[in-house]
């Protein structure tokens, strides 16, 4: 299975469905009217239509039957509920996609028609800038090209990889969880740089951009953090001085175990 012709359905039109909704249709490989979106809210539902041109609509069902590819971008809680309202109209010619945290590809097979083809997504809240860390688990019934066609669709909101689902609560402990371990990290950076005489919001978009430029040179030139760390220490210098406090500190130990306690939490939450 690939993209093209394909009709894609999203169901639930939050934070993160919206984001997906706007990464596939701003990316162009599916088009706008080959998008299909449900939600109980029709203010956001109007919205996303006269903002992208895709179809709306209050039953779930119609996004259904109207899709080949079928995303629930809904909350846990509600996923079984919403899963028994279409579960007639999830034939085997479709794909389903959750990305409702914690919940399993058994749970989710275990509410569809035997032989259903479903695929577990975990992304994160940088989706909504197009910049989301995704992992894609292909269930039982499910294909390398659908798992490849998930790929596809989840990289037009950032990047994308495979996991195998016994990983992924540390995939929330560690993509799900970690833009709010790095946020504290780009604040208190600022306020380091207001204690030093910059104004806030200099302080700020400093802060961020160099977050950002770090990660950016991570994943470009594939090279090893901490070889990039020495490119910018020299001896005797500022940076060796900074990095030598932030290990007093425990930098490492207090990531490493904030990571860890959340994927922790993610398997408690999920039993």
Partial sequence: MNLTNKKIGVIGTGKMGAALIR?????KVVKSTD???????????EELQKELGINVSTDNKQTVLNSDI????????????????????????????????????????GELESGSRAV????????TVAE???????????SINDAEVTLEIFRTIGSALVVSEHLMDAVTGLSGSGPAFIFPVIEAMADGGVYEGLDRQ????LAAQTVLGAAKMVLETRTHPDELKDMVTSPGGTTIRGIRVLE?????AAFMNAVIAASKRSRELGK
């Fill in 202 to 205: 200099c302080a700020l978009t």
């Fill in 120 to 127: 577990r997504v975990m992304p994160n809240i940088a989706a």
């Fill in 23 to 27: 990464g596939i249709a701003n990316s």
């Fill in 35 to 45: 998008i299909h979106a449900s939600d109980v809210y029709e203010r956001g539902l």
């Fill in 132 to 142: 989301a860390a995704s992992s894609v688990c292909p269930g039982k019934n499910a």
């Fill in 248 to 252: 007093e500190y425990g930098i490492r």
């Fill in 70 to 109: 079928i995303i629930l971008a809904v909350k846990p809680q509600v996923l079984k509920t919403i899963l028994a309202g279409i579960k007639d109209s999830v034939t085997s010619d479709k794909l389903l996609v959750s990305i409702a945290a914690g919940v399993s590809l058994k749970d989710i097979e």
